[in-house]
Structure formats: structure tokens, C-alpha cells
């Protein structure tokens, strides 16, 4: 029988529609029926393509037994986290708080108020390494509710209270000035891998937002060390195992320090984030190796996660079928020995082991290495390399795909729009900056629709129920900013106005603090509010530098101001965990610097624009246009004329500008420099 997860759109609750658990998706109903039986909610919240989250459903969710206890003692409630990040984070800094640490997936028992008493992540069937079995957590908890139903409350109550006390320390006195971002330099460098690249031992994750912001400090003040730490890091991911040699594209983490075995899922997030992060560094350095990653995860992103309608899927599992029809971790990407001769041949096969690090005993399980590029091989044979990995790509392409998770996040979207227009810019690649477009349509047709608000998901077209949260206004209106630079049409600067209109409306508290949900969004125990970037940017900080670029073009001093307000928290948290407020320290970058304000009175895709989009001054904008109608589009075009009838470049920052210029290569110069003025 399936129960009422089958009405849903989330791929994540879909996977649970045939489990004889009798879910039902977070609605006023299930807190209501929980009243009713007089029952605790039984609140699990995972995604598609978590690991732990298949194996506890396996265990737990799919057993008769099991499922027959939680549906007697219990209402059983199932989140997607992804569609739902606001219930997310409300439950899962209350499993923080009481466990010390947090993770997927989140197991955590509620009054029919919503309040939380019982705390935990994954639970094994049968108790060990001192966890207590799924099973024995039901039966606690069911007795405890039944028989000390008054501590019961009392728990619920103190942590309810707990988490409303817990109010943010915004910056609330300024904004993040030098010093500051000097305090979160000398952090980040604290931390840094001189070994390996990136930040902190194992699991390492990709710091994309730290590297962002490195890039920006170094083309504001030429701090060589900051743009060393920064190249370091993206060439010791490229050759590692947490990049996808064969098909391009990046795993979520490595599991140790040294980016050899990565957890294999692949999220849209990670990818659209770091492929613009590649394509900046080629942008600051000319890196060969930059722009092959850049192109090649954009080609990724293109060929594995784009959906029917334009838009792009939110991840790839890291789970498929083995060679035996197993369902095991990492099956799609690895390589024993044996399966290169099998392809290759006994000489390929030897020279692709040394090229790409397959060893016999393996650097992942059972003897299979994950492929990555040690650079031990010597000078290699550029046309064999790439004869070897075509023939490897086409025989891996027989194997049984991981499953991909089809909804489309707003913003993921906005990262992935964002990255495939600059990439598609900087590289001459019309057909990215297309999919950008095509990408930019659906959210505006499908995600704002009628209701003139941005909803979080949809999949084959069809919005979803859920609200977005700041991160997608944020993100979206971000790269709907990018995708204008681009292509010099003036709508996409709009549709980011009306976005972050709704941001300062709904989204903005007393002193400039921000909220993850809309004033008049569904009200949960606690208001959700994290200014810390972690796998992306935070609402809070994505919003800000939105909001600083939307000033930029327009001068909205409204805009100006919410941006500055919203730095605060980066001053307060920038010099203390710096790598935990990349994308607001980057921001700050910009903040620094102006922006700088670049209006190309001249045809789009012509030299002068092109030049514009390649300058590295941090955060700068571009519009560029024209003819009569431009400074329609842009503000920034009003009174440009063109000098002497040649396409003309206005550089301008905090009101002044300099000498309007013919000439690329002066273009070229005012933005590679500090800024003046």
C-alpha cells in the first residue's frame, strides 16, 4: 500500500511511497492527527542522494516490524530537507545543541506543538559502538511519553526556550573594513593545508566561497599569498580523486586530506560553485588547467544534471549497481587493474594505472582505485591521454548510472545560471551562456509564476508547494545579475529588482539582520537565521552581495543600505571562523572596492564588453548597450555617449568617475588595479 508520500513531487519521499511506514509529508494534518491519537511525531528529514539516509530506510523503513511499531506508537512525519531547508535547520540546531553534533539523517521526536524532546541522526537496527538500536529508541521514547509524560513537556519546553534565547550576534556597528578582512586572511592561513591545499584536516570539503574571496583580496591588493593558497587548493582538487577525470564534474568531499576518495554524490551546488571559482581563476592567472575545469564541469552540469525544461537537477547519487547488482557506494567511478586491461589493453591499460594512480591494492574498497592524477607519470602523450580516457568514458558509460535526483532548487539554479553565463562568456561558449538563459526562464515562468513569489523546487515543470527561503532569492537574483552583465538585457537586471524588493520586504529584521524565512512564512518553533556560509553561500550573505550589485547598477541607496546592514555579521564572524563566511567576506571584497561600476556604451560580445567581463576588480558590474533604448535597460548606459563614434568604456566608483576610454587595453588596466578615487 503506499502511503501519502506518493502524492508528492520530492524524488526524496517518493523513494519512501512503498514503505509499509505510514508517512505523511509535514502538513498541519500530521501535527493535528498526532493531537488526536495522543501520539509523539516521529520527525525524519534526509535527501535523495544521502547515503546513511538509503541505508536507515533499508534497515528500518522497509522492515514490517519495524514500521508496524512506529505506526502504532507514533505519527511519522518526512522531510526533504532540500525542499524544506527552513525545517531543516530548526530541527537540526536543536539536534546540535543537544548531541553536539548534527548530520543525515536528522531522527527527532516532537510534541504535536512541534517541539522537539528527542534527538538523533542515523540509528542501526541492532545497538552498537554504544548507539542504542532504532528499535530501542522507539520503545524508550514511547514508554517515556505513556509514563513521564510531564518531563517529557518539561524537556520540550526548556529546549524550545533554549532555542529562542539563542539570539544572533549581528555586527550591528559597521561594516567589514581592512582590518577585518586582514583578521580572516591570517585565519584562513592559519588553517590552510600547506600540504594538500584547502582548509582543515579530513573530511575536506571544497571551499569555494574561501577561494572566492582570496581571488577577490589578491586582484584588490595583489597579496600574493592569498592568490597562492587559492591556485594551490583548486590544482590539488582538479588531480585528485574528488574530481571526476573522466567526465568532469566534482564528488561532494573528500573523505581524508589529500582529495583521493571523495563521497561520490554529486551535488549542483558544488559544481555550479566551483566552476565559476575555476573560471575566476583562470580570469586572475590564464591557467590552462582552470580553464579546462571550468569548461569541462559546465559540460557536466549540462550533459548529466539538465532537465527537460531547461532547468538542472539537484544531484546524482553516489550509490549504483555494481558488477554483481549490488547497490554499493561508488560502483559507477572506480577501476581495478584488471578493468583497464579489459578496455585497453596491456600497454594502455599499464600506462593509464600510472597516469591516473591505479595501483593493485587500490585506494578505494575491494581493490578499485578512484581515478586522479598523481603526476608522477612524467611527460605524458597529451593525444593518448585523451584517446584512453575517451575509450575508459565510453565503456564506463555501460555500467548502471547512479540515480539523480530530478527537482530543480531555485537556488542551485541561480548558482548554476550565474557560473554557465560567466564561463560561457569568458570562453567564447554561446551555448552556456543559452543554457544560463534557458535555465533564468524556468524560474522566472515555473518558479515565480503567477504568485509573483519565488517557490524552492519544482520537477517536470510543475512548481512545488514550498516557499522560498532567502537563499533563493539571494542566489537567483545573483545569477539573473551575472546573466544581465552577459548579455546586456536589461530584464534580467529587472527580474533581480523585483526579487530583492521581496528581500527587503519580507526577508529583513531590526539592524540589518536577515532571516532565512519570509515574515509571513509558515511559523515554526524558532525563526530560522544562519549568516554562516557552509556548502553555499548563506541566504543571509548571497543576499547581501546581491543586493551590493543591484546598487551598484542602479543607485538604489535602499539597496546600498540593506547591503550594509547585512555585512555586519561579517564583521563579527569574518576575523573569528573565516571559513565558515566565505561568500560574505568576498562581498566585503567588493564592498572594499566600490564596486566598481562599468558602463560599455558599444555592442555586446564586442572587445570593450568583453574586456569588462574579464576585469577582476571584486564584484564589479557591467552594462553594456546601444543605441537610444539602452539606458532603458540600464541605468548605468544613461548619458554614455560614445567618444569620437567609437565604443566608448565609463569607469566609475562612489560617484566618480574616471576618463571615459576607446581603447581595451586601458579598459583593461583601470580594472586590474587597485582602485582609486
Not at 573528500?254 to 580570469?283: G, T
Request: charged share 25%.
Amino acid at each position: 500500500m503506499a502511503n501519502r508520500l506518493a502524492q508528492t513531487t520530492s524524488p526524496y519521499l517518493l523513494q519512501h511511497a512503498d514503505n509499509p511506514v505510514d508517512w505523511w509529508p509535514w502538513s498541519p494534518e500530521a501535527f493535528e492527527e498526532a493531537r488526536r491519537r495522543d501520539v509523539p511525531v516521529l520527525l525524519s528529514v534526509g535527501y535523495a542522494s544521502c547515503h546513511w539516509c538509503h541505508v536507515m530506510a533499508h534497515e528500518s523503513f522497509e522492515d514490517d516490524a519495524t514500521a508496524a511499531y512506529m505506526n502504532e506508537h507514533f505519527v511519522s512525519v518526512k522531510v526533504d530537507r532540500e525542499e524544506r531547508p527552513d525545517v531543516d535547520a530548526v530541527y537540526m540546531e536543536a539536534v546540535q545543541a543537544a548531541t553536539g553534533h548534527g548530520g543525515w539523517p536528522v531522527t527527532v521526536f516532537l510534541t504535536a506543538d512541534g517541539e522537539p524532546f528527542y534527538f538523533g541522526t542515523y540509528f542501526p537496527p541492532e545497538a552498537r559502538h554504544g548507539s542504542p538500536s532504532f528499535r530501542q529508541v522507539l520503545e524508550g521514547v514511547a514508554a517515556a511519553w505513556k509514563d513521564r509524560r510531564d518531563e517529557v513537556a518539561e524537556v520540550a519546553g526548556r529546549i524550545v526556550a533554549d532555542l529562542a534565547g539563542r539570539s544572533l550576534v549581528h555586527g550591528g556597528d559597521g561594516v567589514p573594513g581592512e582590518s577585518e578582512v586582514a583578521q580572516a586572511l591570517l585565519g584562513l592561513t592559519r588553517e590552510y593545508d600547506e600540504q594538500h591545499g584547502g582548509f582543515g584536516g579530513a573530511p575536506k570539503f571544497p571551499p569555494s566561497m574561501a577561494v572566492e574571496f582570496l581571488l577577490r583580496h589578491y586582484a584588490r591588493t595583489g597579496s600574493e599569498g592569498a592568490l597562492q593558497m587559492a591556485a594551490d587548493t583548486c590544482a590539488a582538487m582538479a588531480r585528485g580523486g574528488i574530481y571526476d577525470q573522466l567526465g568532469g564534474g566534482f564528488a561532494r568531499y573528500s573523505v581524508d586530506r589529500e582529495w583521493i576518495v571523495p563521497h561520490f554524490e554529486k551535488m549542483l551546488y558544488d559544481n555550479a560553485l566551483l566552476c565559476r571559482v575555476y573560471a575566476h581563476l583562470w580570469r586572475a592567472t590564464g591557467s590552462d588547467e582552470a580553464r579546462r575545469i571550468a569548461l569541462e564541469t559546465a559540460d557536466f552540469m549540462v550533459r548529466e544534471l539538465r532537465t527537460a525544461e531547461g532547468g538542472f537537477a539537484s544531484a546524482l547519487d553516489a550509490d549504483s549497481g555494481d558488477a554483481d547488482g549490488r547497490h554499493v557506494e561508488g560502483a559507477y567511478y572506480v577501476w581495478t587493474p584488471a578493468q583497464l586491461r579489459e578496455v585497453l589493453g596491456e600497454d594502455d591499460a599499464a600506462f593509464a594505472a600510472a597516469y591516473y594512480g591505479v595501483t593493485e591494492d587500490g585506494t578505494f574498497e575491494e581493490g578499485a582505485s578512484v581515478l586522479r592524477l598523481p603526476g608522477d607519470a612524467g611527460p605524458v602523450d597529451a593525444d593518448r591521454v585523451a584517446d584512453v580516457r575517451a575509450r575508459l568514458l565510453a565503456a564506463r558509460e555501460q555500467r548502471p548510472r547512479p540515480g539523480r535526483d530530478d527537482k530543480v532548487v531555485a537556488a542551485w539554479n541561480g548558482l548554476a545560471v550565474a557560473a554557465l553565463a560567466e564561463t560561457g562568456a569568458y570562453f567564447d561558449r554561446p551555448d552556456l551562456v543559452e543554457r544560463a538563459t534557458e535555465a533564468a526562464d524556468l524560474l522566472v515562468r515555473v518558479h515565480l509564476g503567477e504568485v509573483a513569489r519565488l517557490t524552492r523546487t519544482s520537477k517536470d515543470g510543475r512548481a512545488g508547494d514550498n516557499a522560498g527561503v532567502l537563499e533563493d532569492y539571494g542566489d537567483v537574483a545573483e545569477g539573473f545579475l551575472a546573466l544581465a552583465a552577459v548579455t546586456g538585457e536589461g530584464a534580467w537586471l529587472e527580474f533581480a529588482g523585483f526579487l530583492l524588493d521581496i528581500v527587503l520586504e519580507q526577508f529583513t529584521g531590526k539592524g540589518g539582520q536577515l532571516y532565512d524565512t519570509a515574515h509571513d512564512a509558515e511559523q515554526l518553533i524558532r525563526r530560522p537565521q544562519d549568516p554562516t556560509d557552509s556548502a553555499t553561500p548563506s541566504g543571509w550573505t548571497a543576499a547581501a552581495g546581491a543586493l551590493l550589485s543591484y546598487a551598484a547598477y542602479t543607485g538604489s541607496e535602499p539597496h546600498r543600505t540593506a547591503a550594509e546592514g547585512a555585512l555586519g555579521v561579517v564583521k563579527a564572524l569574518g576575523p573569528r571562523v573565516p571559513r565558515f563566511v566565505g561568500w560574505g567576506l568576498a562581498v566585503a571584497e567588493a564592498l572594499l572596492d566600490g564596486p566598481r561600476e562599468v558602463a560599455v556604451a558599444g555592442p555586446v560580445g564586442g572587445e570593450l564588453h568583453r574586456t569588462a567581463l574579464l576585469g577582476r576588480a571584486p564584484g564589479a558590474v557591467v552594462a553594456a548597450g546601444e543605441g537610444p533604448g539602452a539606458g532603458a535597460e540600464f541605468p548605468l548606459l544613461v548619458d554614455r555617449p560614445l567618444v569620437g563614434g567609437q565604443p566608448t568604456a565609463y569607469v566609475c566608483r562612489h560617484f566618480v568617475c574616471s576618463v571615459p576610454t576607446t581603447n581595451a587595453g586601458e579598459l583593461a588596466a583601470a580594472l586590474a588595479g587597485p582602485a582609486g578615487g
